[in-house]
Each structure stands twice: as structure tokens, then as C-alpha cells.
């Protein structure tokens, strides 16, 4: 069986998996309302928004444990997800867990290059998606990446006709009260066995980190705890599931509070301000870099609290100051490997990043350590704690390049500074040889080699962009020839995006 270190889940506090912090709710609150499409979802994958009490979610979460040991998989198994921010991508995980299976949540935006190299790595036997996300017809990709890898067996898909060779899923909606098949017996704590699994890259490309239950909880107590949410505390978030930001921010806090998760895809305007309307003081979770513009056009008046995730973190301390009525949490993520929360005090300016211990909820008596911060001989930030993983995926594969040194820190690879004044750090710049957009990461060589493998005269940059951090531009003598064969290829669609035909600029 794989584990984790139960040493490190003993320091969580707690040997609670999230498959159990769904049933504690479930049992207390059956009836309550736990789980809210996007109101616009038929503009994006089609079918009509789901809304799930705990009872509801519960069945389908059993169901779908249950189909997937039907096909014979053992503990363990790797079941990759990639699913829009609808309600099937939350049932998908936690039925995958409840199955005594590992997910692996993968980004929206990843095509079939992408999804082989990291798939093949990590031995995933099944892959749950829908048949059309947005204009990409996703369970084509996962046929194609299926006929790759030999070790994929099952392709699933939720949603009508999913296609030929596609296990439908839908009818786990339906289903009645279900008995689970008898799982093999893990020994030790239940919360320090991998949960999950997440990807960063390095030099080395895309690097598969185990994720334990207790990583997880630990990385969205701190979310929770920063944010004071109280019990039964309504949650719009804005931010899938396919990293460690994004359960630490949407997945966990949800379980923690016990109250109803509303799920937003991409974003439309309209269904954002209906779905915010209906909070009555709740938390949102958004970009950071879309914050200043959604509070101007009011999107943020009902909300309680905010949670604004940095990914480009050095850009924080220069935010302009906060003037909602709303609390605001700065969430600072250094990739995968963790995560710091902190709430705007009443001058409206992002809290300092302590060079040292950082507890949740800042300045708090009982406070809880979430993280020790160092600034490395490198001159950058290194991360220490519960929810900052120490080993690539599967336990006992070579060390990642950013294994943890003899006191357990582990670099982010971010460059930061010590404030002379105040001790505190900031972070000064991202991580060299990498372009960022969004939670998406490149590597600068492999850019420009994908790119030249489909046409050697295109060339494609990165370029400073004010929402998502960087945004990729190409050129080429034919780009809409270059388009379709990087499409063609299976190149994360951001590449493919960057020889879109531009219009000229009226005259």
C-alpha cells in the first residue's frame, strides 16, 4: 500500500481523510444543500445545472465508487479527472476516493502531449472527463491519450452520448443507496495515505507530487482558519480543482464548513452576479488579478468575505489597497508546493510574508503554525510545514528537484528579499526560465522547440500581461496553418491560442 508519513499527519492534528469530512456533514445535515452548478453550464458542457443536497451527493459519490471497482482496479489506482467547475468534478473526486483510489485532478487546458507525459508517469489506469468542454471535445483527447498509454484501460465520461468506447456515467445521478464491495484493509492512518495527486514542473518537466489527505487539510485549514468562515458559510468559487491551490481553496474550506459549494466555470458576468447575489454575506474565491475590476462593476457587494489567489505572488505587495466592505484574504501560491493566507488588516494593504513561522488566523491567540518560511542561500523562499509535499509520486521514486533539505525546507524556486526595516520577506520575481500564465507553467526551451517542431520560421514569446501574469504571442508566415497543426499535435492550448489571427487596429 502507499503511504504517506504519519508523523506529518499526526502534526495536522487530525487522521480525518476528506472522504470523511464529507460523510461528518452528510450524517449532520443530509437534507442541506451541498453542491450548485454554474447557472450558464449548458454554455459550456451541456446538460442542465445539477444542485445536490448531501443525501444527494452522498449517493453519487457511492455510485460512482462503486462503477469504478466494478471494473476490477485495485487500491490506489490513478484515476485521472479533467472536468469543468461543474458538480461532477467534486462527486468524481470524492467517489474516487471513497473507492480507495487516488485522483488526479488535471488541468483544463492540457491536450494529449501534455496529458501522455504526465499520465504515463504516474501509472493511471482511467480517465473521467466530459464530452465537450468549452469548443474541445475532450473524450476525443481521451481516447487518443488512452491509445497511447497502455496502462489506461477505461475511458469515462459524463454527459450525453460521451462516444463510442466512453463508459457513460450520468445514470450515478440516479442511483439508489449503495452497498460499496469490501476495499482492502490499509494499515496506519488513514489521512497520511496519498489522496491525490499534482503536478508542478521543473527543469526536469512535469513532476507528479503525492498529496496525503493530511497535506490537503492542512493546506485548506489555513485557507479556513485565515478566514474565520463560519459554520454553514456559503462558498462561489471561481477556481477548479486541478491543483493544490485549487482544493485548498475550494474543496476543503467546503468541507471544513460544512455548507453549500457554488461552482463557477470560467467566467460570464452575468451568471457570476446571479450566483454572488444569492450568497447572503458567503466567501468567494477569485484570481487576484481580476479583483479590482470585479469589485468596480459590483460583483463583490454581497460578498462577506474574498479570497484572492495570487499565482504570480510577486506581484502582491504591490496590489492597490483594499476599499471593500467585504474581508479580504491574500492567498500567495508558490506552485504546488504550498501556499500562504493572510487577511488585509483595516489599512487595506496586503500583509508582509513573515521570515519564519506563519500561523492561521494571523495575530490570533491560538493560532495554528501553518508554515515556516526561510529565504535560501539562493535568495529564495523555501517552505517548511503540514501541507508542503515531500515526495514526487509514485513514494520512492527519485527525489524531485525540489526535495526538502536536512531541515525539512523545501525552495520554491521564487527569488525574495528580507525587508531591512521589518524582518518580513518579499517576493521579488518568478521563477527564471519559466513562462506563467495563469496556473499554467512553460518551459522557455520547450516553447520554442514545440513550436519549431510545426513550423521552423514561427516564433512565440511571453509577454507581460496586467490579469494573468504573462500571455504567450506567435508569429508565423500562416498562422492559422500553425493553429491548427499545434492543435493537431495535442499542444496545451494556450500554445495553439497564440497564433490566433488578430484583427488590425481600426484606423
Not at 265 to 285: I, K, P
Not at 415 to 435: F, K, M, N, Q, V
Request: hydrophobic share 45%.
Amino acid at each position: 500500500m502507499i503511504l504517506g508519513d504519519g508523523e506529518r499527519s499526526r502534526l495536522s492534528g487530525s487522521d480525518a481523510t476528506l472522504d470523511g469530512l464529507f460523510r461528518r456533514i452528510g450524517v449532520r445535515n443530509p437534507d442541506a444543500l451541498a453542491l450548485v452548478d454554474p447557472p450558464n453550464r449548458a454554455d459550456f458542457t451541456g446538460g442542465q445545472p445539477r444542485a445536490l443536497t448531501y443525501a444527494d451527493a452522498d449517493r453519487a459519490i457511492s455510485a460512482f465508487a462503486t462503477r469504478l471497482r466494478s471494473f476490477g482496479l485495485y487500491s490506489d489506482t490513478v484515476v485521472a479527472i479533467q472536468l469543468g467547475n461543474t458538480v461532477e468534478s467534486v462527486v468524481a473526486l470524492l467517489g474516487v476516493l471513497r473507492a480507495g483510489m487516488i485522483a488526479a485532478p488535471i488541468p483544463l487546458l492540457w491536450r494529449q502531449k501534455d496529458m501522455t507525459e504526465a499520465l504515463g508517469r504516474v501509472g493511471a489506469r482511467v480517465i473521467v472527463t466530459a464530452p465537450r468542454i468549452g469548443a474541445c471535445a475532450h473524450t476525443e483527447i481521451a481516447m487518443q491519450v488512452a491509445a497511447e498509454l497502455f496502462p489506461i484501460r477505461y475511458v469515462c465520461g459524463f454527459g450525453a452520448d460521451p462516444g463510442d468506447g466512453v463508459v457513460p456515467l450520468d445514470d450515478i445521478f440516479d442511483a439508489a443507496d449503495t452497498v460499496l464491495p469490501v476495499q482492502d484493509r490499509r494499515p496506519g492512518n488513514p489521512a497520511a495515505h496519498v489522496a491525490a495527486i499534482t503536478y508542478d514542473l521543473t527543469g526536469d518537466g512535469w513532476i507528479p507530487l503525492a498529496r496525503s489527505h493530511a497535506e490537503l487539510t492542512a493546506g485548506g485549514l489555513s485557507v479556513f482558519l485565515e478566514s474565520g468562515l463560519a459554520a454553514g458559510t456559503p462558498i462561489l468559487s471561481t477556481i477548479p480543482l486541478g491543483s493544490f491551490a485549487g482544493l485548498s481553496l475550494m474543496l476543503l474550506p467546503w468541507l471544513l464548513s460544512g455548507g453549500t459549494l457554488h461552482l463557477h466555470h470560467g467566467f460570464d458576468a452575468d451568471a457570476f452576479a446571479a450566483q454572488s447575489a444569492s450568497l447572503r454575506g458567503g466567501m468567494v474565491v477569485v484570481p487576484a488579478p481580476a479583483l479590482a475590476d470585479m469589485a468596480d462593476a459590483g460583483l463583490l457587494d454581497q460578498a462577506g468575505t474574498v479570497a484572492a489567489l495570487w499565482r504570480a505572488p510577486e506581484r502582491m505587495a504591490s496590489d492597490a489597497r483594499w476599499r471593500g466592505a467585504a474581508a479580504l484574504i491574500d492567498i500567495a501560491c508558490f506552485g504546488e508546493i504550498g501556499l500562504i493566507a493572510a487577511r488585509r488588516a483595516a489599512d487595506g494593504m496586503p500583509a508582509p510574508i513573515p521570515c519564519g513561522a506563519v500561523s492561521n488566523p494571523r495575530n490570533a491567540a491560538g493560532a495554528v503554525v501553518s508554515l515556516a518560511t526561510m529565504r535560501t542561500k539562493a535568495n529564495t523562499l523555501a517552505l517548511r510545514g503540514p501541507m508542503v509535499p515531500v515526495t514526487a509520486f509514485p513514494p520512492g521514486a527519485d527525489a524531485p528537484p525540489f526535495a526538502a533539505d536536512d531541515a525539512g525546507f523545501v525552495d520554491t524556486g521564487f527569488p525574495c528579499r528580507i525587508e531591512r526595516d521589518s524582518g518580513t520577506l518579499t517576493i521579488s520575481a518568478p521563477p527564471g526560465g519559466y513562462a506563467g500564465i495563469g496556473y499554467y507553467r512553460f518551459r522557455q526551451h520547450d516553447l520554442e522547440s514545440d513550436v519549431a517542431g510545426v513550423d521552423p520560421a514561427a516564433t512565440i514569446v511571453a509577454l507581460p500581461d496586467a490579469m494573468l501574469g504573462q500571455r504567450l504571442a506567435g508569429s508565423a508566415p500562416d498562422r492559422t496553418a500553425l493553429q491548427e497543426q499545434a492543435q493537431a499535435r495535442g499542444l496545451n492550448a494556450l500554445i495553439a491560442g497564440a497564433f490566433r489571427s488578430r484583427k488590425p487596429n481600426a484606423a
